[in-house]
C-alpha cells in the first residue's frame, strides 16, 4: 500500500542520490540512498535514535574499514576478521542496532582500499549526507501527525476486534 513512509522513502532516496551524482556519479550514490531510506522513521523520537545509529554506522564502520585497508590491504579473507571487529565495536559501545551498517560501510571501505582514505572520506560524506536528507523528508514532507497515528491505531483496533469476533463465532 503506498503511504506517506513510502512517498517519503523515494523521495529522500531521490534527492540524495541526485546530490551524490552532481559531485560524483560514479561512487557514494548507494551509500547516500541507503542511509536516506533508513531515516525514514515513523515517528520524531524513532528518527532520532535512527540518526544517532547511521552516523554511528557510517563513522566507525568507515574508520574500521580504513584502517584495515591501510593496514592489510584487500583481500577477501580479512573480511571476516574485520567484520567481527566492527561488531565487536558496537556491541562495546550499546549501538548493536548500527552494527550493520557498519559492516556494510566497512566492507565497502575494505574493497576500495587501493583507494585510500579520501575514499572513505567521500563514503562516510554520501553516508551523513543520505542521513541529513532523509531526515529533512521524514520531518518535514508529509510529516508525522500524532492524530494520524492515534486514527490508525483505532483502525487496528477495529480491525482486531472484528478478527476476535469471527474467531469466536
Not at 503506498?2 to 559531485?23: D, F, H, Y
Not at 576478521?81 to 565487536?88: A, D, E, G, R, T
Amino acid at each position: 500500500m503506498v503511504g506517506p513512509r513510502l512517498i517519503k522513502t523515494g523521495i529522500a532516496v531521490s534527492l540524495a542520490c541526485g546530490l551524490m551524482s552532481l559531485v560524483d556519479p560514479t561512487k557514494g550514490l548507494v551509500g547516500a540512498g541507503v542511509s536516506a531510506a533508513l531515516m525514514i522513521a515513523p515517528d520524531e523520537h524513532v528518527g532520532r535514535e535512527w540518526a544517532r545509529n547511521q552516523f554511528l554506522a557510517a563513522f566507525l564502520g568507515v574508520f574500521t574499514g580504513a584502517v584495515a585497508g591501510w593496514l592489510l590491504g584487500y583481500a577477501p579473507w580479512f573480511a571476516g576478521p574485520v567484520v567481527m571487529v566492527v561488531i565487536l565495536l558496537y556491541a562495546r559501545l550499546g549501538y548493536p542496532a548500527a552494527a550493520i551498517g557498519g559492516v556494510t560501510n566497512a566492507l565497502f571501505i575494505l574493497e576500495h582500499a587501493d583507494l585510500g582514505f579520501l575514499f572513505a572520506a567521500y563514503r562516510f560524506t554520501s553516508s551523513v549526507v543520505g542521513l541529513i536528507i532523509g531526515w529533512l523528508v521524514n520531518r518535514y514532507v508529509l510529516p508525522y501527525s500524532p492524530a494520524r497515528a492515534a486514527d490508525q491505531g483505532k483502525q487496528v483496533s477495529q480491525v482486531q476486534q472484528v478478527d476476535q469476533v469471527e474467531q469466536a463465532v
